[in-house]
């Protein structure tokens, strides 16, 4: 949702023209069962128009393969005595004895 009802209350490049009840009144539209529903508040500022219609690729599908095969390779070879292929199959650590 916007922070007011112009939707420039935060923002660095244009100036908020809504009064500070204004503001208030906007932000007491969504009420606090719901508010309270939600467990991550985050401002995040405009964008500028070049970051949304940027036309850069992003890493090939290739390359992160390769990456991918060789972690698992590491990860193989590290539990290989254990028979553990993925980290999600790793069960917590046992208390030392010797402490």
């Given amino acids: 949702m916007h922070p007011c009802p ?3 209350f935060t ?11 204004q503001i208030q009144r906007y932000l007491s539209k969504i009420s606090g069962p ?3 529903r939600i467990d991550i508040h985050l401002e995040i500022p ?3 128009v070049s970051h949304l219609t ?16 060789k972690a698992r390779a590491v990860q193989k070879e590290r ?13 917590p650590k046992e208390p030392d004895p010797k402490k």
């Fill in 6 to 8: 112009c939707g420039y």
């Fill in 11 to 21: 923002d660095p490049k244009r100036q908020c023209h809504c009064t500070p009840f």
């Fill in 34 to 36: 719901l508010l309270d």
């Fill in 46 to 48: 405009r964008l500028d």
């Fill in 54 to 69: 940027d036309k850069r690729r992003g890493e090939p599908s290739e390359d992160i393969r390769q990456r991918v095969d």
């Fill in 79 to 91: 539990y290989a005595h254990e028979g553990v292929f993925f980290n999600a199959r790793l069960e």
